[in-house]
């Protein structure tokens, strides 16, 4: 019999898996996590997914483990690494990302 108090868990099963997400601003609509694939939370795909424009306005990048129990904003160490992989390619930052590199550079 189910506890009143359950919920489902939307967590992974992978034992230790960190899963970074992405949250955007939508303007008039409001802010929201993005939704994302299940295999695509890796940061690796994160950081290739901004500087492929799949957001168009981020506003903050937090990463979690729950097999470790943490979790954390990584805004400014993926916006240093957004801006480092752009400097190594001599290209600008994507305009849809200026302002979370900016914004976090400085944080």
């Known amino acids: 019999m189910r506890r009143s108090n359950w919920t489902p868990s939307i967590v992974p099963n992978h034992d230790d898996q960190t899963i970074y997400l992405v949250a955007e601003d939508f303007g008039r609509l409001g802010r929201a996590w993005r939704e994302a694939d299940y295999e695509a939370t890796d940061l690796e795909t994160v950081i290739q997914d901004l500087l492929n424009d799949q957001y ?5 990048v937090v990463a979690f483990n729950t097999a470790e129990r943490w979790s954390e904003d990584v ?3 993926v916006a240093r690494e957004l801006r480092r992989r752009c400097d190594l390619r001599m290209r600008d930052l994507p305009a849809s990302l200026l302002d979370f590199v900016e914004r976090h550079e400085m944080a």
């Open 75 to 77: 805004s400014k160490d």
């Open 56 to 60: 168009r306005n981020p506003i903050r």
